[in-house]
């Protein structure tokens, strides 16, 4: 690959800005600021050397619009995914970056494939409009879904490849549980995805994994700061957290304040009643709403048991008893931490700060919330966030641009991308350009909460919303058997899929109340016939859907979803021409019950219900103020109802609000409905089963 700075050609294996080449050797000049490489005697160089040149060359000739040149080789009997992503060479993320106008110092790469980039994109383009905004959704999905991601990058081919645009796909990085679970990863399929898709639905760079830790060192300062108050006098706990590490801390600073304590921030000058007020947090340990987290689906870890060791009993006196820090815990999955939301919805590093401080992990025995910043623990989590906070830019089959940001599921967290990655890529595609944006699972609930949450804070307007629909899910919608092997999926059968299209039309009218251009995509399997596919266009169209096409992207890449290029490229020229305004579902200023009964009420629900415990909760955070948030409905994929087995368009159901919790850094509040679990379970025959090393090739194979 080249860099820019230099001149120089460097070897595939670069780290940092140290460069390694096992036959050849490196000098550095660092006085003089020059490095070069003697890559002449080696034969692996020259290899690279040749095709970068030769890749790089077809991208430095044009300015505003720059030539894909992709060279993946197309197959009538499509091999599998990762078959596909091996088969294709991937221009280095240099050629990617000046595709998408990234400047060299706003790219800091992480091997070949893959690159950090910066926010301050957004500054240098700040006089730059917005480009078309466009998000993909789907109907209610089978287990296997539907290929919405498949359907995003499809488009961006057609929009990019085919139609000559200029365009950004936004997507989520994948999870570590489907990946090596049931669903698989989520880089897309056939000839639309995201490449290398190993690298993609594996470590990336690293994002994921710092949630974790970060995620699991607020949730030990919880554990640990019970313990410690509870087998410590206020004196001795004031003295080991303030006076012997010489003051006051400045995230001690920000709880004073919010005791009201103002008037000193010297110790010494604290009364005995100010100190106790600040040494103990008296956390109610059954209010505790903060979970650990791990990016793998266990079901045996939902409840767990904690503080059983011999060093975590406290003994007064001579008398054994538990500490309140040995009780019942639980975990998530690792997408669902608060802390992956607050990834998502941020806008700059000092906002990450500040709302991973704000962040309420329970109350005390009076009532008070309890904050990350109150354990002092909101600046090291934002230690271990900064790097997180830059997307990640990689291409597509067919060499468009991608950046991938943030993953949290759609049924038990928002379900969106970044903010900042959208901000960006809309910045750099320009008035004329397009940002596409997948959101999760189903339009009831990924949609929703793009438009009602993440729309919210990041201020952007979308234009055209893509439903995606599948005949397969139709049918299944329609009353067929929930074995997808079974011949039904094979045949044609219009009376099923007749009755199965109402929840399709559905998803229809809940975009349009927004305001936005809606596109129907009919994701063809080879299973589909014309008929089948006529039917679904047919009733998208009397949905009120602006436009119904048929989308081959799987099989034929860009090309094949040119229609829905086209047609979203229509649809966003109709609604700014016709100066439509983009709307919410409910203002923030109504009650949390009103709010999350217009969410029920547009999954057709007929009442809502709440336990005991949501009700407290509820009227506890209404009291601290954070009823002026939006609400993010945690439940099934499988149906508008929390009942996955009511398929179609269910009607006259209850919904019952089990627990709600206040993620107050990501700016909303989690309302868990249903049986949903919060971390996913094995099948009997998990995928990673097929998972291996080939090291005859040196590749990973059994990866879809």
């Known amino acids: 690959s080249s860099d820019k700075k230099s001149g120089i050609l460097m070897h595939p294996f670069q780290t940092g800005n140290r460069l390694e080449c096992v036959a050849g050797g490196v000098v550095v000049g660092v006085a003089l600021g020059v490095a070069f490489m003697k890559w002449k005697n080696c034969s692996k160089c020259q290899q690279v050397t040749s095709a970068a040149a030769e890749q790089t060359q077809n991208f430095s000739k044009s300015s505003s619009k720059k030539k894909y040149t992709p060279t993946v080789k197309f197959l009538d009997n499509v091999p599998s995914d990762i078959a596909v992503s091996q088969s294709v060479t991937p221009l280095p993320i240099s050629a990617i970056a000046d595709i998408a106008g990234i400047q060299s110092n706003e790219l800091f790469p992480v091997g070949d494939d893959k690159a950090k980039v910066s926010l301050d994109i957004r500054k240098r383009l700040s006089g730059n409009k917005d480009g078309h905004y466009i998000v993909v959704a789907g109907i209610n999905p089978t287990t296997a879904g539907e290929g919405k991601s498949t359907t995003t990058i499809g488009v961006c081919q057609a929009l990019g490849a085919v139609l000559n645009k200029k365009v950004i796909t936004c997507i989520r990085q994948p999870s570590q549980g489907p990946t090596f679970g049931v669903k698989g990863g989520a880089a897309g399929g056939g000839y639309s995805q995201v490449v290398p898709m190993e690298t993609f639905n594996l470590h990336l760079t690293g994002d994921i994994h710092a949630i974790t830790a970060a995620n699991n060192l607020l949730a030990a300062a919880i554990d640990t700061r019970i313990y410690h108050e509870s087998t410590q006098s206020d004196e001795a706990l004031f003295r080991r ?47 505790i709403t903060w979970n650990r987290v791990l990016d793998t689906c266990d079901r045996f870890l939902r409840v767990v048991k904690i503080g059983e060791g011999p060093e975590e009993l406290n003994s007064p006196k001579g008398e054994p008893r538990r500490t309140p820090a040995s009780r019942d815990a ?82 038990i967290a928002h379900g969106n991308s970044s903010i900042v990655a959208d901000q960006i890529a809309l910045k750099l595609v320009g008035e004329d350009g397009y940002c596409v944006t997948e959101a999760g699972f189903g339009a009831d609930i990924g949609m929703e909460k793009f438009f009602n949450i993440k729309c919210r804070y990041s201020d952007c307007a979308p234009e055209c919303a893509v439903i995606v629909a599948t005949v397969r899910a139709l049918k299944m919608h329609g009353g067929a058997s929930a074995n997808l092997k079974d011949k039904v999926y094979k045949e044609e059968n219009l009376d099923i899929l007749a009755k199965g299209v109402c929840n399709m039309q559905h998803h229809v009218r809940s975009a349009k109340k927004f305001g936005v251009k809606v596109v129907v995509a009919v994701n063809k399997f080879v299973t589909d016939t014309d008929a089948e ?18 989308a081959n992207h799987w099989a034929k890449g860009g090309a094949g979803a040119a229609e829905l290029g086209q047609a979203v490229v229509k649809l966003c020229d109709e609604f700014r021409a016709e100066k439509r305004q983009f709307n919410f579902l409910y203002p923030l200023t109504i009650s949390i019950k009103d709010k999350i009964a217009a969410v029920c009420n547009s999954y057709g629900a007929a009442t809502v219900e709440y336990t005991d415990e949501a009700n407290e909760q509820i009227a506890s955070y209404t009291a601290s103020g954070y009823d002026n948030l939006p609400v993010c409905m945690a439940k099934t994929q499988f149906s508008l109802s929390t009942d996955a087995s009511k398929k179609g368009v269910p009607t006259g159901f209850t919904i019952k609000v089990r627990e709600v919790r206040a993620s107050v850094g990501a700016g909303f509040l989690v309302c868990i409905c249903g049986d949903i679990k919060m971390v996913p379970g094995l099948p009997t025959r998990p995928g990673f089963y097929d998972v291996d090393l080939d090291f005859k090739n040196d590749k990973i194979v059994g990866l879809f």
Not at 362 to 368: C, H, I, N, P, V
């Open 241 to 287: 957290l303030v006076t012997d590490k010489g003051g006051f801390c400045p995230v001690m600073i920000t709880r004073l304040k919010k005791l009201g304590i103002t008037h000193t921030t010297d110790p010494s000058k604290l009364t005995s009643e100010e100190k106790r007020l600040f040494a103990r947090l008296d956390i109610d340990p059954s209010t």
């Open 533 to 550: 596919i006529n039917m679904v266009k047919q009733a998208a169209l009397e949905a009120g859907a602006d436009s119904a096409v048929v």
């Open 330 to 411: 639980r975990f998530d999955i690792t997408v669902a931490s608060e802390i992956m939301a607050v990834l998502a919805l941020t806008t700059d590093l000092q906002d990450l700060r500040d709302r991973l401080g704000r962040m309420v992990i329970g109350r005390s025995k009076s009532g008070m919330v309890v904050t990350a910043d109150d354990l002092g623990c909101g600046g090291a989590l934002a230690v271990l966030m900064k790097d997180a906070i830059q997307p990640t830019l990689m291409q597509t089959v067919e060499q468009t641009p991608v950046l991938v940001h943030a993953g949290p599921f759609a049924n």
